[in-house]
T-cell receptor
Framework: KNQVEQSPQSLIILEGKNCTLQ??????????LRWYKQDTGRGPVSLTI???SENTKSNGRYTATLDADTKQSSLHITASQLSDSASYIC???????????WGAGTKLIIKP | DAGITQSPRHKVTETGTPVTLRCHQT?????MYWYRQDPGHGLRLIHY???????DKGEVSDGYSVSRSKTEDFLLTLESATSSQTSVYFC??????????FGQGTRLTVV
């Protein structure tokens, strides 16, 4: 069964600190993996996309990594800001109709 | 929100009544999706469409039907609303194997 699992479920850190969110997937056939940010009460917004051949991709203070062999991805946030408080969702695209397999998300809270 | 409009944004309805949610896009994207989002769960796919009049079921399709009579509109219907369908519903669109763009969500409460 295609699955995406994220950890931790929730995380609280102080403003200015770094953090890393994890994503493990069992999805086949794999097309790409995206990280989305979802602010409370809003729809998710794409942060970064990783294809099979990519190991690392950055978007400002966000850096995503992908290990296609172990089927793991991580999202690293550096120098966190209060505006980073949100849910971060890992999504894998698969299949002929580009089916999207969604993780349950990690709820990140940044405290001043 | 990339030209995606959901209506209504909020709705309270009684158990047993029919409800229709509308998703309208101006992006001419081929793929459209309806998801529900509940606490402790990720986004769960209800139905999706890969073209006009081409739809398919997702993982939580029971109790829901959809229609897509033109590219820009994707309707989600709850034939007879139940309390278990209280949720936040999101519509999304994609051009192909690209980023999905989401609407602002519809908060539905069934009492």
């Amino acid at each position: 069964k295609n699955q995406v699992e994220q950890s931790p479920q929730s995380l609280i850190i102080l403003e200015g600190k770094n953090c890393t969110l994890q994503c493990n997937y069992t999805v086949s056939p794999f097309s790409n993996l995206r990280w989305y940010k979802q602010d409370t009460g809003r729809g998710p917004v794409s942060l970064t996309i990783m294809t099979f051949s990519e190991n690392t991709k950055s978007n400002g203070r966000y850096t995503a990594t992908l290990d296609a062999d172990t089927k793991q991805s991580s999202l690293h946030i550096t120098a966190s800001q209060l505006s980073d408080s949100a849910s971060y969702i890992c999504v894998v695209s698969a299949g002929s109709n580009y089916q999207l397999i969604w993780g349950a998300g990690t709820k990140l809270i940044i405290k001043p | 929100d990339a030209g995606i409009t959901q209506s209504p944004r909020h709705k309270v309805t009684e158990t047993g009544t029919p409800v229709t949610l509308r998703c309208h896009q101006t992006e001419n994207h081929r793929y459209m999706y309806w998801y529900r989002q509940d606490p402790g769960h990720g986004l769960r796919l209800i139905h999706y469409s890969y073209g006009v009049k081409d739809t398919d079921k997702g993982e939580v399709s029971d109790g829901y039907s959809v229609s897509r009579s033109k590219t820009e509109d994707f309707l989600l219907t709850l034939e007879s609303a139940t309390s278990s369908q209280t949720s936040v519903y999101f519509c999304a669109t994609r051009r192909g194997d690209t980023e999905a763009f989401f609407g602002q969500g519809t908060r539905l409460t069934v009492v």
